[in-house]
């Protein structure tokens, strides 16, 4: 639950974050709400990406201000 609260709080102040998933994939960018409460939206340099809130392993915040997507 505590990387939910990450998630919510990086969307009112509109920072951008880092997610990195259990899956392994890692984003870059901004985030905002989803209309199913269990999903959130990333938006980075590529696109918007689309993710279920249990699927993160960490939040991060990036050390630049602009947003993009990582690679592993």
């Given at each position: 639950?505590?990387?939910k609260i990450q998630v919510?709080?990086?969307m009112v102040a509109q920072?951008?974050?880092?997610?990195?998933l259990i899956s392994g994939e890692t984003?870059?960018?901004?985030c905002q709400e989803h209309e199913d409460p269990q999903l959130f939206q990333v938006l980075t340099?590529?696109?918007?990406i689309t993710v279920p809130y249990w699927a993160i392993k960490r939040v991060i915040q990036p050390k630049?201000?602009?947003p993009a997507p990582l690679s592993d």
């Open positions: 639950m505590h990387r919510q709080q990086a920072k951008p974050v880092i997610i990195h984003y870059e960018g901004l340099e590529k696109g918007i630049s201000s602009s």
